[in-house]
């Protein structure tokens, strides 16, 4: 993880600062403070907004503009607010993101934002100011730890050599903002966690270390860490995914991570934990059914669901949210090799339930199968969540922009609902249906990992395999994020590559429904 930018909060704008960031309207008038700054630059930025085409002051428009001496910075950044009757957090952080991306782009240092905020708008100005901040945070990410002399890049090759090291946003609500800043940025850290495991190449990253950076990552933040290896795993019977893991010569691993924020009293109300469970395949190759060449690489993502349980757990544990939650990820390499599980062979799940595996490559749900069953079995949960990059058919579904989200529960649906629109990490309601669980019957064994449908309905019938794995109707929810937790295109909050779809989503559910 490289250093932040260091984003903080004052009452009077940073004079040192090179370059100052302000706001137009819809109608490309400019805020209070920006119009001073306009008036000291002699009308130089009201004139370039007049006679430059682009900037219309919609939301996320961005025009910069020099300065002459005198005036306090070198560059303005104008930002475009659109109709500020609409700004939410939402939108907010958006803007925050653009501002960013924005600032590297124009070799900003040193920022001031001039943050003004109108009665039209419908949020106070501290949170108005830690929401854009927010998004300063979430767009500040660069998976770079393998470029050479990253800090000394030669002049001339067209890359900025100016590095951006200080935001501050000015605002009359300075410390209160910085407050309601705080949770975000803990959520942030979350979220950017999350991106640097799925950004990870799994020859660095695969079930031991992956379960050794957790450990050393979540326990000094007070999360209680159980680790079972493959010895331990395999007296429990976790049959389904020591098949998954037997090709490789890294053997793999569960991880459960408690985080129990709740006070004596409230432990007593004799509900369960609220139970998280992740994919976490550090790299899929098919296995014996092996993936075409093409793209491959891209499958060191296939432990994108793991990825955001454990950045939820993060955020929770760092503001400490008064609720108890388990998180499990269930760690695997998928590798074809002469240990590996076949086409063809039966395993016998931690359930009982014995399976025929039809493809090898249908292993996340297989991984999937034994975690949910010793969750369910040890902690008795409230309620499931689990995410997984589970299948290519949800992205021919939904493509990159939604999550594909089964649910038996209407209540955890609206919940989960509700945290999408809060949060912009989309939801699609998809159909669980008896006919995709009885699809996943087998002929010779209680299941098989494959329907009959050859590519039709495939995510559909991975969330019915699945269901086969729920006990007693418990609240649960399955996040197919194959197209959503790798990104090949920067959107304002996530630049592209691993997104760390799910964390911010998870966190609003958690703390909004559930914490006390
Ligand atoms: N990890 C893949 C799904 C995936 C595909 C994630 C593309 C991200 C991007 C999963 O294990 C898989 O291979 N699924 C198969 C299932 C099929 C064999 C039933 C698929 O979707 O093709
Ligand atoms: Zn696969
Ligand atoms: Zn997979």
Redesign the pocket.
């Given at each position: 993880m490289s250093t932040p930018v260091s984003i903080s909060f004052v009452k009077t704008p940073k004079t040192k600062s090179d370059t100052a960031v302000i706001f137009a309207d819809d109608k490309s008038r400019l805020l209070p403070s920006g119009a001073t700054l306009d008036k000291k630059a002699n009308g130089i930025i009201s004139a370039a907004l007049e006679t430059r085409d682009g900037f219309k002051g919609r939301h996320g428009d961005v025009i910069a503009v020099f300065l002459p001496k005198g005036a306090g910075y070198k560059q303005a950044l104008v930002v475009g607010l659109g109709d500020s009757s609409k700004l939410d957090v939402l939108t907010l952080e958006n803007l925050g993101g653009k501002t960013f991306a924005a600032l590297k782009s124009i070799s900003a240092v040193q920022a001031c934002v001039l943050f003004d905020v109108d009665k039209k708008w419908r949020l106070k100005e501290a949170e108005a100011a830690a929401a854009y901040a927010s998004g300063l945070r979430l767009r500040d990410y660069n998976f770079d730890k393998y470029k050479q002399g990253n800090k000394k890049k030669k002049s001339g090759d067209g890359v900025n050599t100016a590095s951006l090291k200080e935001i501050s946003i000015a605002c009359t609500a300075g410390s209160e903002s910085a407050k309601t800043y705080a949770a975000y940025d803990a959520v942030a850290e979350g979220v950017i966690f999350a991106r640097d495991l799925v950004n990870e190449v799994a020859n660095v990253l695969y079930p031991e270390s992956y379960a050794n950076i957790l450990a050393k990552e979540l326990k000094p933040l007070g999360v209680q860490i159980e680790i079972l290896d493959e010895k331990k795993m395999a007296k429990l019977g976790f049959g389904a995914h020591l098949a998954v893991g037997m090709g490789s010569i890294r053997p793999p691993r569960v991880v459960i991570m408690r985080w129990n924020g709740m006070s004596g009293a409230s432990k007593k109300n004799g509900k369960g934990p609220l139970a998280f469970v992740g994919k976490g395949?550090t790299f899929?190759t098919?296995g014996i059914?092996i993936?075409p060449a093409a793209g491959m690489e891209?499958?060191k993502?296939?432990m994108g669901g793991s990825a955001a349980v454990v950045g939820l757990i993060r955020a929770l544990a760092r503001t400490k949210a008064k609720v108890d939650v388990v998180g499990i990820v269930g760690l695997a390499e998928?590798m074809p090799s002469d240990r590996s599980y076949r086409p063809g062979d039966i395993i016998t799940s931690l359930s009982g339930k014995t399976i025929e595996v039809l493809?090898t490559?249908?292993?996340?749900r297989l991984v999937l199968a034994d975690a949910l069953t010793y969750v369910q079995s040890i902690y008795k949960p409230r309620m499931i969540v689990d995410l997984a990059?589970?299948?290519?058919?949800i992205?021919v579904a939904l493509g990159f922009e939604y999550a594909g989200t089964f649910v038996n529960d209407d209540t955890l649906w609206k919940q989960l609902e509700r945290a999408s629109e809060d949060t912009g990490e989309k939801l699609w309601r998809m159909p669980l249906d008896a006919a995709y669980r009885d699809e996943m019957k087998g002929s010779v064994s209680d299941l098989k990992?494959?329907?009959n449908q050859g590519?039709y309905g495939?995510a559909c019938s991975?969330a019915g395999f699945l269901e086969h794995f729920i006990e007693n109707d418990t609240p649960w929810a399955h996040i197919d994020i194959?197209?959503t937790?790798?990104w090949k295109t920067d959107k304002p909050t996530v630049p592209r590559g691993g997104s760390g779809f799910g964390v911010r989503l998870l966190y609003r559910l958690v703390v909004d429904n559930y914490a006390q």
């Open positions: 395949v899929d098919g059914s993936k891209e499958m993502m296939d998928n493809n490559d249908a292993e996340g990059t589970l299948t290519g058919a992205m990992n494959l329907g590519r495939g991975a194959a197209g937790a790798w």
